[in-house]
């Protein structure tokens, strides 16, 4: 790791990367399949000694120590696919998400790791496609429905647009906001990073 990492305590190292922990504490769990962020090539911050600390995101990938594709590097940031292997491979798996995507140009009966392949291979020349709702837990019908120009299903508050009937968005919107805050509420409670994850994962196990 950088030297400058080695000089943040685990306090401060747990407060800078609180977003990142608690954003893919769902992903890590199996919730989600995947989590899609911007990741900042610094994470700038002061140790206890007082001097100014940065975290690289070569680091961050280390601490948080879970799968990852980066679809765009840019100055000063990257957006990253966070996944989770299993979750990912099971819903790709889904006979209508995979017929959709092969329709789409993505590798017939591809693997896991192909369909991330493509995928990178999309976002390096083009804007973010929008199949990544897919990849990231999204109901299909509204992928479908934002890429189609559907008219969207009125939602109040909703993390996503919904098309059609909202109850499987709905299911999902609160399976994902309830995985969240239980993430936040236990980043509260623990005392480093290790243990916040120890945590996340015992709650994946039991």
Do not use: Q
């Not at 306090?11 to 990367?17: A, I, N, T, Y």
């Not at 993505?106 to 976002?123: F, H, N, T």
Request: include cysteine.
């Amino acid at each position: 790791m950088d030297g400058n990492t080695e000089r943040i305590d685990e306090f401060h190292r747990k407060e800078l990367l609180r977003f990142l922990l608690v954003k893919t504490a769902t992903v890590r769990r199996g919730i989600k399949p995947g989590e899609l962020l911007r990741v900042r090539h610094c994470y700038e911050g002061v140790n206890a000694d007082g001097l100014r600390v940065c975290l690289h995101r070569s680091d961050i990938y280390s601490i948080l120590r879970i799968d990852y594709v980066e679809l765009k590097v840019e100055d000063g940031s990257s957006l990253v696919l966070f996944y989770n292997r299993t979750a990912l491979s099971r819903t790709l798996a889904d006979a209508r998400s995979r017929r959709w995507l092969e329709r789409l140009g993505y590798p017939v009966g591809g693997s896991c790791d192909a369909m991330l392949a493509e995928l990178c291979r999309r976002a390096s020349v083009e804007l973010i496609p929008h199949e990544v709702g897919v990849f990231i837990g999204y109901p299909l019908k509204d992928v479908v429905g934002f890429m189609r120009h559907i008219p969207a299903t009125p939602v109040h508050r909703g993390a996503w647009r919904v098309y059609g009937d909202a109850e499987e968005s709905l299911r999902r919107m609160r399976l994902y906001g309830r995985a969240e805050a239980d993430a936040s509420a236990a980043f509260e409670r623990a005392d480093g990073i290790d243990e916040f994850i120890e945590m996340i994962s015992l709650k994946r196990a039991s």
